[in-house]
């Protein structure tokens, strides 16, 4: 919360009697912020404080929110054109270009919007949320039967959280068959093959599950085969996520301490309670580096479960070599390790990064959104509230800078 520091220089007293007459500039809303009383005798001389330079808790927490809700509507709806480049990556053997870095990727992009629709890049959104929300609901329904946390939040002991744990691989595992139909529509040429109904993702998802034992269609793996590593790279990247949130809320909470205690304004008192501002702000620097972190680590992991879960369904893509004709996906892995080895005898290592660039423009697009969110509400945040003094447009500055990316 900005505000802290603001008052370095004045050599305030502590442990005075408390009984002695309080001075007036130390008012009620100093002790709201801070949390406790500090009297201040008349005896103290010192340049007056100016309270106005303390920002509202309201206000920063208005603005966490805002963030929050941009990080999340970038994350599940606006960065879905670059998953979709990605992800015809890392599907495509046969790739010359790896466009593991972004400026290859462009002049592509604007071969396929030439040559197709704008939608283009849009392709398999529905579905895409449909397996999210069933996702949710799955691990909703699990919850109410079995008593089981759905939340980290609310594990209490070691048994809660390996219920947690379990309840997660179980909702993994069953969405699997609809994830596969869903990462069929979000590769699919539109110009080589028919665009899917919203619900088709469900009517595909149930002739997997139909298909568990031996697949009637080609080169096409049992789903039985597919759940596994799937299920394994989601719970692991979840397990891995809260890991390092962790660690980096300890370490930002360290340095936040640390630059409280030399600036003589640190309060070993403050609320920890994750409705304040500062806590909450923290929370959300932890949970953004973490998410982005994560999806670099696994990427490779990413690139083999999509090629399994690809093979076999006569899926033809956009050719992103040249951005104007299609190919067809045709591969003949055994499972997992049969997939991983035979990448990197014909591929080589890079060719688990096939489309790492496209991964690179979701990530800086993603927090490119949160700066702008963040400057635009700061500034709206501003306008609204009241200027009562010339110093207002300060303490928003040091508000800001508080923020993440700024």
Same mark, same amino acid.
């Given at each position: 919360?900005?505000?802290?520091g ?24 100093? #002790? !709201? ?6 009297? $201040?005798?008349?005896?103290? #001389? ?25 990080? +999340? ?10 998953i ?71 594990? %209490? ?5 390996? #219920? ?36 088709d $993702?469900?009517?595909?998802?149930? +002739? ?13 793996? @049992?789903?039985w ?7 394994? *790279? ?9 890991? *390092? ?6 370490? *930002?909470?360290?340095? #936040?301490?640390?630059r409280?205690?030399?600036?003589d304004?640190?309060n070993? %008192?403050?609320?920890k309670?994750?409705?304040?501002p500062l ?10 580096f ?9 990427? @490779? ?9 690809? !093979?076999?369904?006569?899926t ?10 299609? &190919?067809?996906? +045709? ?39 949160i700066? +702008? &969110? &963040?400057?635009?509400?700061?500034? $709206? ?10 110093? %207002? ?14």
């Open positions: 919360m900005a505000g802290f603001d008052y370095t220089g004045y050599n305030r007293p502590f442990g005075l009697d408390p009984n002695r007459e309080t001075n007036d500039l130390y008012d009620t809303r100093y #002790q !709201q912020i801070y949390g406790y009383h500090t009297p $201040v005798t008349e005896e103290y #001389q010192g340049p007056p404080l100016v309270m106005d330079d303390i920002p509202e808790e309201e206000n920063n927490t208005f603005i966490t929110t805002a963030i929050s809700v941009a990080s +999340l509507v970038t994350e599940n709806l606006l960065s879905h054109p670059f979709v480049l990605r992800r015809q990556c890392q599907v495509n053997r046969g790739l010359k270009s790896y466009h593991i870095v972004p400026y290859t990727l462009l002049p592509v992009v604007i071969k396929l919007h030439r040559r197709q629709e704008m939608t283009t890049l849009w392709k398999g959104i529905g579905s895409t949320c449909i397996v999210k929300g069933l996702n949710l609901a799955v691990e909703d329904v699990i919850s109410k039967g079995t008593s089981w946390p759905k939340e980290i939040g609310k594990c %209490n002991s070691v048994l809660q959280f390996l #219920q947690h744990v379990s309840l997660k691989c179980i909702s993994l595992a069953i969405i699997t068959p609809f994830y596969s139909a869903s990462l069929v529509e979000t590769v699919q040429s539109d110009i080589a093959s028919d665009k899917p109904a919203l619900l $993702v469900f009517r595909e998802g149930f +002739l997997r599950i139909l298909e568990w034992g031996s697949p009637s269609r080609g080169r096409m793996l @049992p789903i085969a597919i759940v596994l590593p799937t299920a394994g *790279l989601g719970i692991s990247k979840y397990l891995a996520h809260l890991l *390092l949130r962790k660690i980096t809320v300890k370490a *930002l909470r360290f340095q #936040q301490r640390h409280h205690e030399l600036s304004s640190y070993s %008192n403050f609320p309670n994750t409705q304040n806590i909450e702000d923290i929370n959300l620097k932890a949970n953004i973490s998410f982005i972190t994560m999806e670099i680590i696994f990427y @490779p992991i990413e690139t083999i479960i999509h090629r399994l879960h690809i !093979q076999g369904t006569r033809i893509i956009d050719n992103l070599d040249t951005g104007t004709s299609v &190919t067809p996906i +045709l591969t003949g892995y055994e499972g997992f390790l049969d997939c991983y080895n035979t990448t990197i005898a014909k591929e080589g290592v890079s060719g688990l990064y096939k489309g790492f660039g496209a991964l690179v423009l979701q990530l800086a697009a993603h927090l490119a959104i700066k +702008l &969110t &963040t400057i635009v509400v700061t500034e $709206v945040s501003n306008l609204l509230k009241p200027a009562n003094t010339p110093t %207002n447009s300060e303490g928003s500055v040091q508000s800001q800078q508080k923020y993440i990316f700024n």
